[in-house]
């Protein structure tokens, strides 16, 4: 088994909810940017930015991520 990396359905979840990175940044509290490199996969989301994208979309973390290997 390989390392187990961050897999993620953000982006459509997202664009599922009508929204642009920039309202749901705001509704995180975060920047665009962040929403950006999450999307890509540049960056891994800490716990408590996983719980409020999740909480800004109305989903669980589950919902949002999982782990690919």
């Given at each position: 088994?390989?390392?187990p ?30 929403i950006?490199t ?8 800490s716990?408590l ?8 979309l109305?989903?669980?973390?589950e919902?949002?991520?999982?782990l690919?290997?």
């Amino acid at each position: 088994m390989g390392d187990p990396r961050l897999g993620s359905r953000l982006k459509e979840a997202r664009t599922a909810a009508g929204l642009t990175q920039a309202e749901l940044a705001e509704r995180a509290g975060v920047s665009r940017k962040t929403i950006n490199t999450v999307e890509n996969g540049i960056f891994v989301p800490s716990t408590l930015l996983a719980l409020a994208l999740a909480r800004a979309l109305g989903t669980t973390v589950e919902g949002l991520f999982y782990l690919t290997d």
